[in-house]
């Protein structure tokens, strides 16, 4: 059965509070803006300006994917999950831009296995779907495969296993700040320290034992395969409200400015991977 209520439109320029959907970020505007808005401006400019044919590999409710057809590129998306492509169509059928915007299918498959024949495109992206695939090597073989020479992979990652001590005391000290004002539904420890140990602790039995893909299980394999042009960090998925000050602020944005890597042998000059990592 859904989740998710009737009537229910994931659609970036239609946002409204669905009480109902309490786990979920869209049950606010404000949320949503500040998490998937923020990700599919990234998305966007991590795709570039010119019209491009993309495969998006991971759609998921297929918001971004709505943006980025606004934006006048041509997008096929695919996704495992059936009840998933079912709201992403319907956000496209009700989408009032869809006589101006690029054009957008979706449908249900598996990558890489599910892919059949297609292509090529120019980008091939990941967006937070590369840690759920069992085997994100040949998925990234599978996506070189795919792209126009001089193609690129746009990959916009969940780096669960980059969360630090300094991570986990922000999010205890942000669970703290929240139980004392009633915001909190569960309970903290007394300590600051006590927390930051509960939270990681936590983290790792949720992340980890949960099967998800490392942050090197993805890095390497395209790595291997791509030229790796940018690597840059965020704060997953709340760039805003992770980021409480100033200082803060300034710190991310530094880290996420620039990292090249040398060109490995071989298929570098065809291909050109740009990714994107969020930490947690
Ligand atoms: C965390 S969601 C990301 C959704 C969207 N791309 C975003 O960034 O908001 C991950 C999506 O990847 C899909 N997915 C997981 N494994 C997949 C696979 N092997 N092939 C295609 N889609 C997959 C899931 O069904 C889910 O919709």
């Given amino acids: 059965m859904s989740t998710y209520p009737k009537g229910f439109i994931p659609d970036l320029q239609k946002l409204r509070s669905w009480r109902s959907l309490r786990g979920s970020l869209w049950r606010s505007p404000a949320l949503v803006r500040l998490t998937y808005g923020e990700l599919a401006r990234l998305v966007k400019g991590a795709i570039g300006p010119k019209p491009c044919e993309v495969l998006y590999v991971g759609t998921g409710l297929g918001h971004v994917a709505l943006e980025l057809t606004r934006a006048g590129h041509d997008v096929r998306g695919v996704d495992i999950d059936r009840e998933s492509v079912a709201l992403a169509r319907r956000a496209a059928a009700t989408d009032p831009f869809r006589r101006q915007r690029g054009s957008l299918s979706y449908e249900v498959a598996g990558f890489p296995d599910g892919i059949g024949d297609a292509g090529p495109y120019d980008r091939v992206l990941f967006s937070r779907a590369l840690h759920h ?28 296993d980059r969360l630090g001590p300094a991570g986990a005391r922000w999010m205890a000290g942000c669970r703290i700040r929240l139980a004392r004002s009633g915001w909190w539904p569960g309970g903290v420890a007394t300590s600051p320290d006590e927390e930051t140990d509960r939270v990681a602790r936590k983290w790792r039995t ?45 710190r991310f944005r530094l880290t996420s400015s620039v990292l090249e890597v040398s060109p490995s042998p071989g298929r570098w000059r065809r291909y050109r991977a740009h990714v994107r990592v969020l930490i947690g």
């Fill in 133 to 160: 695939i069992d085997d994100p090597e040949a998925a990234v073989s599978t996506a070189a495969e795919l792209l126009v020479p001089g193609g690129r992979v746009v990959c916009v990652e969940f780096a669960h």
């Fill in 206 to 250: 949720d992340h980890e034992d949960g099967g998800l893909n490392r942050l090197g299980a993805m890095v390497d394999p395209l790595k291997a395969v791509f030229r790796l042009r940018r690597l840059a960090w965020h704060p997953y998925l709340f760039w805003e409200p992770a980021v409480t000050d100033r200082e803060q602020l300034v």
